[in-house]
């Protein structure tokens, strides 16, 4: 779902104080080893196939599954397969998120081996795929030759890339120089505020439908990691942490039970405020394909990922708005509508929509290290 807990839930439970002594100095505890693969080290591993995935698994992927998994063959060459476990059945039901989320994995894999004159070698699916469902064949054979590969302006900004959650500032129109860039690997945009306001409202139908259909919600909740211990154990999905949430947590306010809650004061005000914050919206930028083969998605990852660089490097923070372009029943009205008012041709497929515009500043997000991808 993508939703900025910590700021809904301040909503909800803004008001509540630290309870039990010693609760200070719990509800200020923060992760300490969920961040650390953001943290690379200058010195570069030899093998560069272990540089290039130690880039690739910071790429944004849905509901942050991080369900890549490498296994590495000679000296020069690497499996891709998904975990199976990892993926979302309820909001992405035929893995087309998924599998997009390899595109941006892959994509910055190739730009981080480009910067040490590398070139990376993607053949896609080589044993074949199903397009109703992933299976245990590999997403990508990679290969990596050096060949003095020119290096990607890109790379800079991999570890400073962000999925920006936070309210983003109307007052700041986002320029059409700006959005161009971005798009430069494909894809179209728009900043016209009457051809934003009408595809918001789709977007935040989208949104709120999606929390309140009772399994895509489930499906949220119980990958949430409710405060900082949770968060270091199981650094993946949505993270929640901070002094709003330890408190909660501590006073037992703050649980999956009560995040289930649709008809909770708590969840009520957090809905108003995701209308807000997601309602902020200066510019979209979205990304098609000419029809939705796998092939295709992983298309759509790698074009997104570089526009998300490259609005990094601009300042301008990014966040994508999927909830509409999803396959479950309940969302297929907005699914259309988008379409519609995006003017994709017949048989086209949107793969990717997302806001862009100014932002506070943001943390990265939680990421397992490098070696437990590697089987």
Excluded at 28 to 52: G, H, K, N, S, Y
Excluded at 192 to 200: I, K, M, T
Excluded at 290 to 307: C, K, P
Aim: hydrophobic content about 40%.
């Amino acid at each position: 779902m993508g939703v900025s807990r910590r700021t809904v839930l301040a909503a909800g439970f803004g008001g509540l104080a630290l309870v039990a002594a010693g609760g200070a100095w719990r509800v200020t505890r923060l992760p300490t080893t969920a961040f650390e693969p953001w943290d690379l080290d200058p010195t570069p591993p030899t093998d560069i196939r272990l540089d290039a995935f130690r880039h690739a698994i910071l790429a944004p992927n849905p509901h942050n599954r991080q369900p890549w998994v490498i296994r590495l063959v000679g000296e020069d060459e690497a499996i891709i397969t998904c975990d199976l476990d990892r993926r979302l059945p309820v909001t992405d039901p035929f893995d087309r998120q998924t599998t997009i989320g390899f595109g941006t994995f892959l994509e910055t894999a190739r730009i981080a081996a480009e910067e040490r004159g590398v070139a990376m070698e993607i053949d896609p699916f080589p044993h074949g795929s199903d397009d109703a469902v992933l299976d245990a064949r590999p997403v990508a054979a990679l290969r990596f030759v050096e060949n003095g590969a020119a290096r990607d302006p890109l790379f800079g900004q991999i570890v400073r890339r962000r999925s920006n959650k936070e309210e983003y500032d109307l007052s700041r129109a986002v320029a059409d120089t700006d959005l161009s860039q971005i798009v430069a690997a494909g894809g179209g945009y728009t900043n016209d505020p009457e051809r934003v306001s009408v595809l918001r409202d789709e977007i935040v139908t989208a949104i709120e439908t999606e929390m309140t259909t009772h399994a895509a919600n489930m499906e949220s909740v119980e990958l949430m990691r409710i405060g900082h211990r949770e968060v270091d154990a199981n650094p993946d999905g949505i993270e929640l942490y901070g002094p709003i949430i330890e408190a909660g947590k501590l006073a037992g306010m703050v649980n999956r039970e009560a995040l289930a809650d649709t008809d909770s004061t708590g969840f009520q005000q957090g809905l108003e405020m995701m209308r807000a914050t997601y309602g902020s919206i200066p510019a979209l930028i979205w990304i098609a394909t000419l029809s939705n083969s796998r092939e295709d998605q992983l298309e759509a990852g790698r074009q997104y990922v570089r526009a998300n660089l490259q609005a990094t490097a601009l300042g301008l923070g990014m966040h994508p708005m999927s909830q509409s372009l999803q396959e479950y029943r309940a969302v297929q009205p907005m699914f259309a509508r988008v379409h519609e008012l995006l003017g994709v041709g017949a048989g086209e497929r949107v793969q990717m929509l997302a806001r862009v515009g100014y932002g506070p500043e943001t943390g990265p997000t939680p990421r397992w290290p490098l070696e437990s991808h590697i089987a």
